[in-house]
Nanobody, 118 residues
Framework: QVQLVESGGGLVQAGGSLRLSCAAS????????MGWFRQAPGKEREFVAG???????AYADSVKGRFTISRDNAQNMVYLLMSSLKPEDTAVYYC????????????WGQGTQVTVSS
């Protein structure tokens, strides 16, 4: 089993920045593709960003150019730097490990709330 714990969420004004962190423990494998997803109230969970073991990254069109995903394999950490935040970025953000595709993963964190005020 892999445990994922997110941190760094909070309330920020539009145009501001936040950095989310995800700590992986247990049978965390540095070869896993890691990612961030989000779910806004009344909406389905959606892919935000993903990063492979060799640091190839992918982003949803809605966050491209504003968000940056990174990882530290030695520390079993994954980060999401979010800049130029918009109210529509408000959601619960989930860290995921061992992504299967752009909608599924084997392991999920409990989520952290990000609220962007206008």
């Amino acid at each position: 089993q892999v445990q994922l714990v997110e941190s760094g969420g909070g309330l920020v004004q539009a145009g501001g920045s936040l950095r989310l962190s995800c700590a992986a423990s247990g049978r965390a494998d540095s070869t896993y593709t890691m990612g961030w997803f989000r779910q806004a109230p009344g909406k389905e969970r959606e892919f935000v960003a993903g990063i492979s073991w060799d640091n190839r990254s992918a982003y949803a069109d809605s966050v491209k150019g504003r968000f940056t995903i990174s990882r530290d394999n030695a520390q079993n950490m994954v980060y999401l730097l979010m800049s130029s935040l918009k109210p529509e970025d408000t959601a619960v953000y989930y860290c995921a490990a061992d992504l299967l595709d752009y909608s599924n993963a084997h392991y999920w964190g409990q989520g952290t709330q990000v609220t962007v005020s206008s």
